[in-house]
């Protein structure tokens, strides 16, 4: 017997019905009334009462007419998207960045900054907050931040759980960290899930219904869950945490305490690793005049035909798609969508995913299944900061523009 089923009263109803049309509108673009209420499922008369209060709190605005049917024309209404700002901040191993978005996707700057290896988290948060203060401070109209981090992210403690090749970040509460930020509400979110609101609000394949992964290869693997527009996180916060499945039960043992992790394999900084562990044996190859070899330097070569590079990419390739099965038969997804540093592996790299994917599910599921790289000009996560703290204010533009209360989610 369920219990502890709540039902929505007038106020939570108006609100959801006001999100509807926000996000129909920032998928639709101009759009009349009519329209909505067709879209919808609303009634005319519900749809002109919520757009009124839209239009009164500046988030819609009336463009020109539109040709309807039976020969009457209507005002077609758009969302106000650069009227209402949002920062992104990406924090990562190596780096961490902080962008200007509006909420229909635009960016206006974006800031990239090293985190040097051995430093201290806290320094990092605090040249974080210097950025996205600067921004706050020169924006009057920036309504919310967020920020994506690596993961395992346990959201109700607000905490990594485990980031390799880093010590201290789990340590923090986040929540607290970032709190006091502008007087502006902040949401933390896990890297992945972000890239996946990103592509679900604004990538080639955005949709309104169905699955779809965001498989984040990058200094960590990491996979976002998005289902009908609403990420699946889990009890603790770290569902579809495929970097640490075991493709190895005799591998290394990795920090979150599992062995053999599929991070451990195919990870850019796993990646360059390997690849420079066996530079030792293999004089012949182009690699061997990077002093500090990365990612982008083994792709370029495997590009040139280096034997070694062409070898190792398509190592990564079959280690991703062996994650990329386990996610396919966990989650059914329509498509799965590959991004971040290990995309720069190209078709060749595609080509070894999608053989492993082939072979080790049934043909019916593959046949139906998309597997494609990221469409986004920058960097998919940063723009998924974005995106989460856009999904928030869109599904509740009343809580952000009548109190913005001093709060971190």
Known sequence: ???????????????????IILQKLKRTGVCSRADLAKETGLTQASVSKIVSSL????????????????????????????GFKVIGIKISRRSFSVGLFDIGGRDYDIYTEAIPEGQAPRTSIRKIREVAENHIERNKDIVAVGVTVPGPYLKAESRIAVMTETNGWNYLNLKEEFTDLGGLPVFIEHDANSAAIAEWWFGDFARDQGVLIY??????????????GSVLRGVNGIAAEIGHISVDVSGARCRCGNYGCLEGYCSSLAFVKKTRELLASRCGSSLTVHHRLTAAHIFNAAGEGDELAVNMVKRAGRYLGYGIVTLVNAYDPSVIIIGNTMAGGGELLMDSIKKVVKERILPEIYEKLSIKFTGFKIDPVLYGAGAIATDYFLKNPSDFLENRAEHAI
């Not at 009263?9 to 959801?16: G, P, R, T, V």
């Not at 239009?55 to 819609?60: G, K, Q, S």
């Open 1 to 19: 017997m369920r219990k502890n089923v709540k039902g929505l009263n007038n106020e939570d109803l108006l609100a959801s019905n006001r999100a």
């Open 55 to 82: 239009i009164r709190l500046n988030i819609v605005r009336e463009t020109g007419f539109m040709a309807g049917g039976m020969g009457r024309r209507s005002r077609g209404i758009v969302l106000n998207a650069a």
């Open 215 to 228: 498989l984040l290869a990058d200094e960590g693997i990491g996979a976002g869950v998005v289902v009908d």
